[in-house]
């Protein structure tokens, strides 16, 4: 006789931050915590659906945030002062939470995020990098770059005054993976797009991705760091996320690179970044 579906979590409310929970089976102790980011379209339901299942196997806890316009209309920003609330630190005291309840470690967090989740996801990274043990972005618009000349989101200059010190030598050192489709293009409608931005970071999401990996890479190089970090590219993939998982297999490369297991080989193209320099033109942005 067939097993019954496992029933799919309900809605929960901590605060302001809705959220999906699904508790990894067996609830071990020694289970993480994987975090799936929506993009702007809020579309948290379909990562909860698209992790599930592959997030249970892997005996992993799962956490789906939905970052609402209402209270988080800058969460791919982190929350700027005047834009909303902290989308971090509601995250951060979520998770303190439900770690209290399920014993995970809530400094050992894998993070993925699609587009303006990646967003989200990287900066997450650089503002609380000892809390994050691997983190994935799938095709984000666009990148806070590590380079001290520019302002804050496009680079990590003047934070704002309520925000942590974003310090290259601590989040350079946390494992990453970005992909992002080769079929994505310049006339995307949600991709942003105005020309000191292209200047800087490149026409689309896979000029941009490739100009932000090799900006990290050699960040790290110049302070003699050893990054982990790397871009794949799908061939059959665009940008939307439903389209990704089927045609890609988007969500089993990136639970094989947070969550890895002996074998585990990405199936799109590993590709070494071209470099694209960031205009200062950008730096009071």
């Given at each position: 006789m067939a097993s019954d579906p496992v029933a799919e979590p309900a809605a929960r409310r901590f605060g302001a931050l809705n959220y999906w929970f699904q508790q990894a089976p067996g609830a071990a102790p020694c289970a993480s915590l994987l975090i799936a980011v929506h993009g702007v379209r809020r579309n948290a339901p379909e990562q909860l659906r698209a992790f599930s299942a592959q997030a249970r196997t892997r005996g992993c806890h799962l956490l789906v945030p939905c970052f609402d316009a209402r209270h988080y209309p800058d969460y791919q920003r982190l929350g700027r002062p005047g834009h909303g609330q902290r989308a971090d630190l509601h995250l951060i005291a979520l998770v303190a939470d439900l770690a209290g309840d399920h014993g995970f470690d809530p400094c050992a967090l894998r993070m993925f995020g699609h587009s303006g989740g990646a967003q989200f996801v990287h900066r997450f990274v650089m503002a609380h990098p000892d809390m994050v043990r691997r983190y994935a972005l799938s095709a984000p618009g666009w990148y806070t770059f590590p380079d001290e000349a520019l302002h804050f989101p496009l680079g990590t200059a003047h934070p704002p005054a309520e925000f942590p010190r974003l310090e290259a030598w601590r989040y350079l050192r946390v494992p990453g993976r970005v992909f992002v489709g080769q079929r994505e293009h310049a006339?995307?409608?949600?991709?942003?797009?105005?020309?000191?931005?292209?200047?800087?970071?490149?026409?689309?999401?896979?000029?941009?991705?490739?100009?932000?990996?090799?900006?990290?890479?050699?960040?790290?190089?110049?302070?003699?760091?050893?990054?982990?970090l790397d871009l794949i590219e799908l061939p059959e993939g665009a940008h939307g996320f439903g389209g990704l998982v089927r045609r890609t297999a988007l969500v089993s490369q990136v639970l094989d690179f947070l969550v890895p297991e002996t074998g585990s080989r990405p199936s799109g193209r590993i590709v070494a970044p071209q470099a694209h320099a960031p205009s200062t033109d950008l730096a009071r942005v």
């Open positions: 006339h995307s409608r949600l991709l942003r797009r105005d020309e000191r931005l292209d200047q800087a970071q490149g026409r689309t999401r896979l000029e941009r991705a490739r100009s932000w990996v090799q900006a990290m890479l050699a960040a790290a190089r110049a302070q003699s760091l050893q990054a982990s």
